[in-house]
């Protein structure tokens, strides 16, 4: 390689943007600006039926802000949105689901339910994606992004890059992993502690 190459070169790598934690565009097919957990007395309506009885009140979904959802099945999310609280939404949480909505394979989407924040961008850097949200305290988003990785870490992070949630798909084939930094304190809409 002769001098004005190797110069080039060493040029190009010196200002060359690295590929690493990209912004991936997404899409928000339900979202409401209104939209806040019931109590619990109005939840008791969902605890009370058999099916989900024996999570009552500590159920994952109850309990967290970010949920992951798979764009195929009918059933896993209708048993989110009731776990969760979303029965009560005015807006449709299942128009991701809806008929005018293309529809999206697990194996390339991936569909993610922000509670009480919004999303203010998504990075993607290896198999992971960085999610940033800020809090709103009312509402929720469900957003859909093109899945670049066969298994894939959602990260839930502040604009200052606080992680608040991690969602890794790579935990073993029966389930997945979800975990919540040490130190986090989980309170229930009720003002019950779960974890510290």
Not at 9 to 26: D, G, S
Not at 47 to 59: C, F, L, Q
Request: net charge neutral.
């Amino acid at each position: 390689m002769n001098t004005r190459a190797y110069a080039v070169l060493l040029f190009m790598l010196a200002f060359a943007r690295p590929l690493a934690a990209r912004p991936i565009p997404f899409e928000i097919c339900a979202e409401s600006t209104t939209w806040a957990r019931p109590s619990p007395e109005v939840q008791a309506k969902i605890w009370s039926d058999g099916r989900y009885k024996d999570v009552a009140g500590t159920a994952y979904d109850w309990t967290h802000d970010f949920l992951v959802s798979d764009p195929e099945s009918a059933t896993i999310p209708y048993h989110m949105e009731n776990i969760s609280g979303l029965w009560t939404a005015r807006t449709n949480p299942g128009e991701c689901h809806s008929a005018n909505k293309p529809h999206r394979s697990g194996l390339e989407w991936i569909e993610i339910w922000v509670l009480l924040h919004r999303v203010k961008e998504i990075r993607h850097d290896n198999n992971t994606y960085s999610i940033t949200v800020e809090p709103t305290g009312r509402g929720f988003q469900f957003v859909v992004i093109r899945r670049l990785n066969p298994s894939a870490v959602l990260s839930f992070v502040t604009p200052d890059g606080k992680e608040l949630e991690k969602w890794d798909e790579s935990a073993p084939p029966d389930r997945v992993q979800q975990t919540v930094p040490p130190g986090t304190r989980i309170t229930a809409p009720n003002g019950q502690i779960i974890r510290k």
